[in-house]
């Protein structure tokens, strides 16, 4: 197995680190990119089991860290620069898959490697809207899989005195239970969803989906509730929809991840999305 990590492009923002996992053998595999969530990043947990294992199988995986989501390029895992979390919002978000997605259809290197008429997104959490959003609008998306996906990003602003305080403040903070930080919230991020609210409807994307479409959630959820899942399913009721008993939002994971398995809930998503894009 090809490992390429932590390969440098160019974002339209920021520079974008990028991993690649793949069978060298000069046959051209699906493409499969994905999409971590908030306040994740490509090496989160077992990732990179996941990754491994759909390059087992014969696909080519694309992971990698939004421009804006606190790493750095000398410091990948976790949040070195919250100034530039700060400043994220969904649209750069769009950009940096655009930007993924243009780097790999164009990319000589990989040329006997790749289908780039077979390319798959996967989103988990804030991700699954991302990778909606994104499959919806450009047509080079065949197949699209969320994991924990959310189904609506305007519900989670805040509202009211809190918006106004915000918007008067000018940041809010947020604490991550894991490493304590205190991470901010610029409100360009409000003004950011307001501009372009239909394009970052989610609702509005699932609905206009014309291409295969796997919603993976579980009963256990605590972040993204079953019922998230359930409702895109209902917006696109063409769309395969697998539930996992008692899974949680990362279904089972957690970092750091030091098993060599991946958890069973999250081996159970990697086998149902394997045989999703193979079926279709």
Known sequence: MKKIKNAIIQGQHKPILVDA???????????????????GFKDWGAWNLMAEQFSENNYFF???????????????????????????NFTKELDDLETVINWIVKNTTFSNEI??????LIGHSRGGGIVTIKAEEDN??????????????????PKDEELDFWRKKGVSFITNGRTQQQMPHYFQFFEDF?????????????????????IIHGTNDETVTLKEGEIQHQWNPKSDFKVIENANHVFGASHPWNEKNLPKDLQKSTTFCINFITQN
């Open 21 to 39: 996992f793949f069978k060298e053998n000069s046959q051209p595999k699906p493409i499969v990119i994905f999409c971590h969530g908030y306040k």
């Open 62 to 88: 694309i992971k990698f860290n939004f421009s804006h989501n606190g790493g750095t390029i000398e410091q990948p895992i976790d949040f070195p620069d919250l100034e530039a979390f700060g400043q994220n």
């Open 115 to 120: 289908d780039t008429n077979n390319i798959t």
């Open 140 to 157: 080079r998306i065949k197949k699209v899989i969320t994991l924990a996906g959310v189904s609506d990003y305007k519900s989670r602003f």
């Open 194 to 214: 307001i501009a372009h609210e239909n394009r970052l409807t989610i609702k509005r994307a699932v609905e206009n989906l014309k291409i295969p479409h796997l």
